[in-house]
């Protein structure tokens, strides 16, 4: 069974730093563009970034960019989101997703963790 | 950043009626834009990829349609499971960005 499940969410202050994972089952890790995508209270869903499967290509939402890495350990199956300089809007629960097989749209997602940024 | 916008923003109907959803986009994606639908509480599901294909597992009541700016969902007979929140998504360039939503209701 294809799994994904976040983990590394939390509260932090403004400014902080946080580091979230996503560890990935039962499909071939290193063959799948992953993407991670979030949701704020009471808002749409919103795409965050993306990265190819061999790591070479990475995609960041403006509202993102700078502050934000996203990176994988395909040796672990592992998708990693480090976000900086965090701020309230930043705050929702961030999903990672799994490419499918046809192009980025994103085929199996994960229950999401929680993020909030306030003082 | 290909913009989408998505109407209604709210659909009342009752079960067994047919729900229509329109996702516009900003300038043509082609036929590069999926459907998903969230519930509370989960995350979104994918329903249609590239306008029209429905993914896997998906009932036959969902369907897709349209190319370039305007695309279609239709949910030909809700079911009491359907009423909920549904999301276009294009990947046609980057930014990937998806449409606000529209939420089906019970009327």
């Known amino acids: 069974e294809v799994q994904l499940l976040e983990s590394g969410g939390g509260l932090v202050q403004p400014g902080g730093s946080l580091r979230l994972s996503c560890a990935a089952s039962g499909f071939t890790f290193i063959n799948y563009g992953m993407t991670w995508v979030r949701q704020a209270p009471g808002k749409g869903v919103e795409w965050v970034s993306t990265i190819s499967g061999n790591t070479l290509s990475t995609y960041y939402a403006d509202s993102v960019k700078g502050r934000f890495t996203i990176s994988r350990d395909n040796s672990k199956n592992m998708l990693y989101l480090q976000m900086n300089s965090l701020r309230a809007e930043d705050t929702a629960v961030y999903y990672c997703a799994k490419r499918s097989p046809v192009g980025y749209y994103m085929d199996v997602w994960g229950k999401g963790t929680t993020v909030t940024v306030s003082s | 950043e290909i913009v989408l916008t998505q109407s209604p923003a709210t659909l009342s109907l009752s079960p067994g009626e047919r729900a229509t959803l329109s996702c516009r986009a900003s300038q043509s994606v082609s036929g590069y834009l999926a459907w998903y639908q969230q519930k509370p509480g989960q995350a979104p599901r994918l329903l249609i990829s590239d306008a029209s294909n429905r993914a896997t597992g998906i009932p036959a009541r969902f369907s897709g349609s349209g190319s370039g700016t305007d695309f279609t969902l239709t949910i030909s007979s809700l079911e009491p499971e359907d009423f909920a929140v549904y999301y276009c998504?294009?990947?046609?360039?980057?930014?990937?960005?998806f449409g606000g939503g529209t939420k089906v209701e019970i009327k």
């Open positions: 998504q294009h990947r046609s360039s980057w930014p990937l960005t």
